[in-house]
């Protein structure tokens, strides 16, 4: 039987064989999207075990975060950039699920983002997200979740452009800066919880930050944020 089994995977594999996404190998088993050398190659950060890490410096003196992450280096030109295009652009779904997955990995293995109770896509436009198709920061989520058994919730924080009275109301404030706003439309749905912010890219911090202070006016929240990438600003 297992015999069997292994001749009929070979014959799949055969007629479907499996390419490494980063650069085109053939590889052999079918839950591994990269190669090893490629998995190799990915600039890891190791910033979640660390406490004053430069991801949690963005929000210094903005937003009141218990910890704060990015897995990766965006290296413009280099196999990251490569993938995190595939799944925005090229609607590569499950390579946004493998690298959640080995975000989720990094998480599990540090103390500082234990207790985490649920995982928060940063919300896209609701147009953008319909002519995509998805939201990528909720595919990462979704690879984050399998492995660290905690549930995404993605209807709860929604994300809407500013009408016109609001676009002055908030120029005067000097909020011109931050893409949108973001509402809470089921606030005893989140409260008390510990919220784990999830987003593709960090680079000023500026979106995540209004998305985080509309989750913290929620009773009893805590915040972490968690990012694919890190980019140079
Ligand atoms: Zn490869």
């Known amino acids: 039987m297992q015999a069997l089994k292994k001749i009929i995977q070979n014959t799949i594999h055969l007629f479907y064989p499996h390419i490494c996404t980063g650069c085109g190998s053939d590889i052999l088993s079918k839950e591994n999207l ?5 998995l190799n190659d990915l600039p890891v950060t190791g910033f979640a075990v660390h406490p004053n890490n430069p991801v949690e410096e963005i929000f210094w003196g903005r937003i009141n975060l218990k910890a704060a992450h990015s897995e990766f280096y965006f290296d413009k030109d280099a196999l990251i950039q490569h993938l995190v295009h595939q799944l925005k652009y090229k609607s590569n779904q499950s390579i946004g ?4 997955e080995l975000m989720g990995k990094t998480l599990l293995n540090s103390k ?45 924080l929604q994300r809407q452009r500013y009408t016109e009275t609001q676009t002055k109301k908030h120029r005067a404030e000097r909020w011109e800066n931050v893409e949108g706003s973001f509402k809470v439309n089921d606030a005893d749905a989140l409260k008390g919880k510990h919220l784990l912010l999830v987003d593709d890219v960090v680079t000023t911090g500026a979106t995540l930050e209004a998305a985080g202070m509309v989750l913290l006016k929620v009773p009893d929240v805590s915040l972490s944020i968690a990012t694919l990438t890190l980019a140079s600003k």
């Open 34 to 38: 990269l190669c090893a050398r490629c």
């Open 97 to 100: 699920v493998y690298l959640g």
């Open 112 to 156: 500082r983002f234990e207790n985490i109770d649920a995982l928060i896509p940063l919300p896209l436009y609701a147009e953008k997200e319909r002519k995509r198709g998805y939201n990528q920061a909720a595919i990462i989520c979704n690879g984050m979740s399998q492995i660290m058994n905690i549930p995404v919730i993605t209807t709860k």
